[in-house]
Nanobody, 125 residues
Framework: QVQLVESGGGLVQAGGSLRLSCAAS????????MGWFRQNPGKEREFVAV????????LYADSVKGRFTISRDNAKNTVYLEMDGLKPEDTAVYYC??????????????????WGQGTQVTVSS
């Protein structure tokens, strides 16, 4: 059984930074891609960023491009999300996700097979 465990969320002032981590554990696991999504109560889940495993191709939502950086340590089966220049609208529960095959639609959560439990990020103005 594969488990994804996020850490690193918290409360930060606008303009500040946070680093999220997501570690995959369980059976030997080498996902094609690992990414981050976020969601607020009553709202749709939103794609944030994704990174592939082999040559680390990255893709970002327009709302975070230039401020967030996703990276991956394949040896540790861990993905990171460095968030700089945080804004109040970045407040959400952030979820780590893993896709065992190439997603048909990178930004669609339906194409990801495993999910973490989520970590809260709150940005105060």
């Amino acid at each position: 059984q594969v488990q994804l465990v996020e850490s690193g969320g918290g409360l930060v002032q606008a303009g500040g930074s946070l680093r999220l981590s997501c570690a995959a554990s369980g059976r030997t696991f080498s996902p094609f891609a690992m990414g981050w999504f976020r969601q607020n109560p009553g709202k749709e889940r939103e794609f944030v960023a994704v990174v592939t495993g082999s040559i680390a191709i990255t893709l970002y939502a327009d709302s975070v491009k230039g401020r967030f950086t996703i990276s991956r340590d394949n040896a540790k089966n861990t993905v990171y999300l460095e968030m700089d220049g945080l804004k109040p609208e970045d407040t959400a529960v952030y979820y780590c996700a893993a896709a065992t095959q190439r997603p048909r639609i990178w930004a669609s959560g339906d194409d990801y097979d495993y999910w973490g439990q989520g970590t809260q990020v709150t940005v105060s103005s």
